[in-house]
């Protein structure tokens, strides 16, 4: 079984920039897309970014022009370069592998908490 375990988060000012990383611990099969998510209390999780094996990067509207996802396929890793934050943001950061196979075969990660505050 192959883990997901995010890193970097913590306290960032408003207007602060902070970069988040999500490292798998082997290979992961079937491999489609990268991809970090957040989630407020109470809320439902919400798509941020997504890379694909082939570097293909989306982003939510919310994000377009302050973050950037990047991928190093040689150390199984994802990070989120993020800039400009709004206090709105302070979430709950998760990283998910999506696969060709999808259901139980996606992966996530335990989450890693962004505290957007002066």
């Known amino acids: 079984q192959v883990n997901l375990v995010e890193s970097g988060g913590g306290l960032v000012q408003p207007g602060g920039s902070l970069r988040l990383s999500c490292a798998a611990s082997?290979?992961?099969?079937?491999?489609?897309?990268m991809c970090w998510y957040r989630q407020a209390p109470g809320k439902q999780r919400e798509l941020v970014a997504t890379?694909?094996?082939?570097?293909?990067?989306t982003y939510a509207e919310f994000v377009k022009g302050r973050f950037t996802i990047s991928a190093d396929n040689a150390k199984n890793t994802v990070d989120l370069q993020m800039n400009r934050w709004k206090p709105e943001e302070t979430d709950v950061y998760y990283c998910?592998?999506?696969?060709?196979?999808?259901?139980?075969?996606?992966?996530w990660g335990q989450g890693t908490q962004v505290t957007v505050s002066s």
């Open positions: 998910n592998a999506l696969t060709f196979l999808g259901g139980k075969y996606d992966l």
């Open positions: 082997g290979t992961i099969l079937s491999l489609y897309a």
């Open positions: 890379i694909t094996i082939r570097g293909g990067t």
